[in-house]
């Protein structure tokens, strides 16, 4: 992509302005305040758009960009991109939504599908972020600085492992980590969390639902009584009316109906308990709840066990598989399994001493080529001083005469451009005088009269003299008035005589002195002085060129020792052979990729290998739990005579039990309670007995003993009131009974989804393993890439650096946060940029710029280089260095240079195809 036009119709200070663009260099040239930065401001914002709202003046575009005027910023730029001219028209409102965007075919007007608010994303494929790292650089803004998720450092990744990079590491990161929130996220939706939460909540309905079993035997215990209760008060109120006619035998009868009311409780309490005992089995001694609990813990806590055993035996069956995968596939890198853990890098270290050494050789050469051509220049010099020995001979008088003749020719010109000769005044000299001689003798002839006539008035004593002496003093007053006119004009004679003179002198010196100089050019054979002064320049030349050519010889043969340089290559060469040779391996690139899939191999079967150890000593344990488990399940049903149960029915056995243990101890508490009142009733009596004694009334039931009629009409509204009460206790016991459990599970059920919720909780914790596991995997790759891809940009930067800055450092090396180190030739010590002067640390910084863009953009594919004053801080040398490798640079990039200094534009004047917009 280039940028060919801008057409800028307002934006800051800069209204209806269009500058044409070229495809290699472009400078964009004017002084402070002309707009420079505006312009490179404009380019960045048609391609990404105005930046978020900062308060910072200078970093808000939309408070910096937008006119005085108030005019919305707007404009067009035209690129070009893959052989389609694109146009891209913006105009910017006082918010982000309200900006409009327009990107479209410039010839046939068809839109482009491109992002309309970032089109730059997808023209260039960078990012804001990695546009101002690399294309886009500010003033003194050459620096970079690394970020948590730096794109540059990604795409180079994804570029060295895929040779693509629409693949990001950052985009495959966040997935994992966004799926494992999906487990562990603090905030609500994190499903191990909901899971826990469920879990609490399931022990919590647990816990309730056997408060609710026991509840209810209560409540089944109370209306059983509350039913017996209102069966006794109902006979009562029958019985009263009887109770006239047999008031003696009342009491007895009352207590005869109590006694058979036990002894009918006793039996049916007994019976029930009989049949409960039966269900619970023979050995009952160590039947209680607890050990029910015990069993029902064990019980459960072996399936639990059971189920995490079997799950680590699968897993580890299918580890112990691909352990063997792997040991076959490591077969496939014997070679490698010999050789150092750090190989890869020291063959890479060897490759680059290899190309480094081949590269000095062949400067070698170069050099030796050199040194022929300059002996052949020298021959040449000799020949041609040779022609030229007179003019040694005579060169230095012939010098300083030309500069006596510049001199005076500069005087000579210094003189006319001050002085102005009148040579028509010079002309009047001659008449001039002749007047003045006149008007003297005019003025004597009057001083003349005047003396006579006073002479005359003292001798007759009379005024008539006085006439001639006015006559005189009139005649002198007048020739004296011109007179003097006369000598003003003589003197500006004179002055006109003296320049006129120095002229005379100044040319008869430049005859004499041209005169000399023919006299030398005649010896010289030349023909005249002018072609004498070229000859002596050309001798000149041609000695100053003999002594830089003599120096440059003596440099070049110094510089000649190579028998070093093949041996240590030989060397070099038969150690990466043997390598090669070793592994099998054709070429360097196989080898390297060979050796990436051996680490990755390795790395693998070691975390297998790993994983493996840990499952096994895992599933021990494990077994060894289950097995104590097991044994504890057996001792405890054996005690209970309940072995041959099978495992698939404890758990309905242990439900069983748990309700008949809770009868049975509900039954046993209330035959306790009933015969011991049983036996206080009867008091050692013969129950046929007190039937006989009670005759007729044997049937009655009461309860307490009357004297009058009064009391038994009494106790009969008492027993209607009892009565009532116990039907409405009745109606409340029994919906109790009936809504206890509405709405509510069983306790069996609710065990069983507590176990399946802590089968996914185990799920869950087994895949968060598995992410995290994962992740550090990820992260431990996208390093390695990165080691692989780094000694690649230390080579660029370096080869970059070492090109503007006459060779000055030997080595770079660039950490992961763009800190760099670079090799003092001088020191041969490792120097920390901080170190180093801001010239040249900005041309540190421009050299892993340029090497970044290397990487990142195929030689063949041009993009624009946007540079704002970027070498305010270089010296004159620094600059001529960079500027000619950017020239360079620009036949396949599109460079433009913005800046206000007139340096630039003298060393790029050498070039003729350099584009320059004057401000």
């Given at each position: ?812 090396k660039v950490g992961e946060d763009y800190g760099m180190l670079v090799r003092d030739n001088l020191s041969s010590e490792l120097v920390d940029i901080q170190s180093l002067s801001n010239g040249c640390e900005d041309q540190l910084y421009f050299s892993l710029r340029i090497a970044l863009l290397d990487m990142l953009f195929a030689k063949e594919e041009t993009v624009p280089i946007i540079l704002d004053e970027s070498f ?48």
């Open positions: 992509m280039i940028i060919k036009k801008l057409n800028i119709k307002a934006f800051g200070k800069i209204k209806d302005k269009e500058i044409e663009l070229k495809k290699g260099f472009n400078i964009i040239y004017g002084e402070n305040e002309k707009g420079k930065s505006t312009i490179q401001g404009f380019m960045r914002v048609m391609l990404y758009g105005m930046s978020l709202n900062k308060k910072s003046l200078r970093e808000n575009d939309r408070k910096r960009f937008t006119p005085w005027s108030g005019e919305k910023p707007c404009g067009e730029m035209i690129i070009k991109n893959k052989n389609e001219d694109i146009l891209i028209k913006r105009d910017f409102g006082g918010t982000k939504r309200d900006d409009e965007a327009l990107v479209i075919n410039n010839i046939t007007g068809e839109e482009i599908k491109v992002d309309k608010i970032s089109p730059g994303r997808d023209l260039l494929g960078l990012s804001i972020n990695g546009f101002l790292k690399t294309l886009f650089i500010g003033q003194l803004s050459l620096g970079i600085a690394g970020d948590k998720d730096d794109e540059i450092l990604h795409k180079l990744s994804n570029l060295e492992n895929l040779n693509h990079d629409d693949v990001s590491y950052q985009s495959a990161l966040k997935i994992l980590e966004d799926y494992k929130k999906i487990w562990t996220s603090q905030r609500k939706g994190g499903k191990l969390n909901d899971l826990r939460e469920q879990l609490e909540l399931l022990n919590s309905e647990y816990r309730e639902a056997l408060s609710l079993n026991e509840g209810n035997i209560e409540d089944n215990i109370t209306l059983n009584k509350l039913k017996d209760q209102r069966e006794l008060v109902v006979k009562d109120i029958k019985a009263l009316e009887l109770y006239k006619k047999h008031i003696k035998k009342i009491k007895l009868n009352k207590e005869y109906n109590d006694i058979l009311q036990y002894l009918r409780k006793t039996k049916e309490l007994k019976s029930m308990k009989g049949k409960v005992q039966e269900g619970l089995g023979e050995k009952q001694d160590n039947l209680n709840e607890e050990f029910l609990q015990k069993l029902w813990n064990d019980y459960y806590s072996y399936n639990e066990l059971r189920s995490l055993y079997e799950k680590l035996k699968g897993k580890y069956s299918k580890l112990k598989i691909e352990e063997e995968d792997f040991q076959i596939k490591l077969e496939k890198y014997e070679g490698f399994l010999t050789l150092e853990d750090d190989v890869n890098s020291k063959v890479r270290a060897l490759i680059e001493e290899r190309d480094l050494l081949k590269n000095n050789l062949k400067q070698y050469e170069e050099i030796e080529n050199e040194i022929t051509n300059i002996e052949k220049k020298l021959k040449s010099i000799e020949v041609n001083k040779e022609k030229l020995n007179i003019i040694s001979e005579i060169k230095e008088k012939s010098k300083e005469k030309f500069s006596v003749y510049e001199e005076k020719l500069k005087e000579l010109k210094y003189f006319l451009n001050s002085n102005d000769i009148d040579y028509d005044t010079l002309s009047k000299e001659k008449s001039i005088n002749k007047n003045i001689n006149v008007y003297r003798g005019v003025t004597i002839i009057g001083f003349g009269l005047l003396t006579i006539a006073i002479i005359i008035m003292i001798i007759i004593s009379s005024v008539k003299p006085l006439i001639l002496g006015a006559i005189g003093i009139i005649i002198s007053l007048y020739s004296t008035t011109n007179g003097n006119k006369l000598s003003v004009s003589k003197n500006i004679i004179n002055i006109e005589k003296n320049k006129k003179e120095k002229l005379d002198k100044i040319n008869m010196e430049l005859e004499s002195i041209e005169e000399e100089l023919k006299d030398l050019a005649y010896r010289a054979e030349t023909k005249d002085f002018k072609t004498l002064f070229l000859k002596i320049k050309e001798y000149e030349d041609i000695e100053n060129n003999e002594e830089y050519l003599k120096i440059k010889l003596e440099s070049k043969m110094l510089s000649i020792n190579n028998e070093d340089l093949k041996s240590n290559l030989i060397k070099n060469e038969k150690f990466i052979d043997f390598i090669l040779s070793h592994t099998k391996c054709r070429d360097e690139n196989e080898f390297f990729e060979k050796y990436n899939d051996y680490k990755n191999v390795l790395h693998d079967y070691s975390l297998i290998k790993r994983e493996l150890i840990e499952k096994k000593e895992l599933i021990d344990s494990q077994d060894k739990l289950v097995n104590e488990k097991f044994k504890s399940i057996k001792t405890k049903l054996e005690s209970l005579n309940k072995n041959h149960i099978t495992f698939d029915r404890i758990e309905d056995e242990i439900k069983d039990l748990w309700e008949k243990l809770k009868i049975k101890n509900s039954i046993e508490k209330e035959l306790y309670q009933v015969e011991n009142s049983y036996k206080l009733l009867l008091k050692d009596r013969d129950l046929e007995d007190i039937k006989n004694e009670i005759g007729e009334i044997a049937e009655g039931s009461f309860k307490e003993d009357f004297n009058n009629e009064e009391e038994i009409e009494e106790s009969y509204k008492k027993k209607n009131n009892e009565l009532v009460q116990i039907e409405k206790k009745l109606r409340d016991v029994d919906n109790s009974i009936n809504n206890r459990f509405s709405g509510k599970r069983d306790a069996w059920q609710i065990m069983q989804q507590i176990v399946s919720v802590k089968e996914e909780i185990l799920n869950g914790e087994e895949e968060v393993e598995i992410l995290d596991l994962a992740l550090e995997n990820l992260r431990l790759s996208f390093k390695e890439v990165q080691k692989s891809f780094g000694p690649k940009l230390n080579k660029r930067v370096k080869e970059i650096f070492r090109e503007v800055t006459d060779n000055a450092y030997d080595e770079v305010v801080q270089y010296d004159d040398n620094r600059l001529k260095n960079t500027l000619d490798f950017l020239y360079e640079y620009s036949k396949h990039k599109q460079v433009i240079l913005c800046t206000c200094q007139n340096r630039e534009i003298k060393i790029m004047n050498k070039f003729n195809d350099v584009n320059i917009v004057y401000l």
